[in-house]
């Protein structure tokens, strides 16, 4: 599956699961299309106030799960995951582009770009452009060319933002320092096998 085919079913999965989602209180942050020696893998990232559990996780598979069967917008065997965004929260949605500004990024732009794979601080979206700051340069990266962009979340970041009452808020730049606060990995999650 080449690069447009992929980031077109992802927009098709977002279209599906979004409501269902939004139906038991979450928000649907994030789509990825992977795989791995198992096949393919539909992950879902989603978020409320005050965390998600695993138990939203749960329902939001349950839930999804026979409205993927009827659809069936991959005709192949894939499992579906779903779990809260983590300290790698992805960017999708131009809200988020707005809110995240100011944080660390990565983004990794479509095959044949050129340079695959930028680290930066996230300057929002300049109408369908991504702005990254990249040392003393402003990357202007076509939207339309962008494979994902996740946060670069140092711990203190991420305690914060999963404080609902707390406004996002960066951590203030550490130049003479290349070393971060150590990085959150595990989050709660859900797998089922499609």
């Known amino acids: 599956m080449d690069f447009a085919e992929r980031k077109a079913l992802r927009q098709r999965f977002r279209q599906l699961a979004e409501p269902v989602v939004e139906s038991i209180g979450c928000e649907l942050i994030g789509v990825q299309l992977t795989g791995d020696l198992g096949g393919p893998i539909l992950r879902l990232s989603i978020d409320k106030p005050g965390g998600v559990r695993v138990a939203d996780c749960t329902r939001v598979s349950r839930n999804l799960s026979p409205e993927l069967d009827v659809e069936d917008p991959l005709p192949t065997a894939y499992r579906l995951e779903v779990s809260s965004p983590g300290s790698e929260r992805p960017v ?94 595990k989050a709660p999650s859900a797998d089922s096998t499609r």
Do not use: C, H, I
């Open 92 to 185: 999708e949605r131009p809200t988020d582009f707005a809110r995240f500004t100011g944080f660390r990024a990565k983004v990794r732009m479509a095959p044949g770009w050129g340079r695959r794979r930028y680290v930066g601080v996230l300057g929002g979206l300049d109408g369908d452009t991504v702005l990254l700051q990249v040392g003393d340069d402003t990357q202007r990266l076509p939207l339309d060319q962008v494979d994902f962009v996740n946060l670069d979340l140092s711990a203190a970041e991420f305690e914060r933002l999963s404080d609902p009452t707390a406004p996002p808020q960066p951590d203030p730049p550490t130049p003479a320092s290349p070393s971060r606060s150590p990085r959150l990995r």
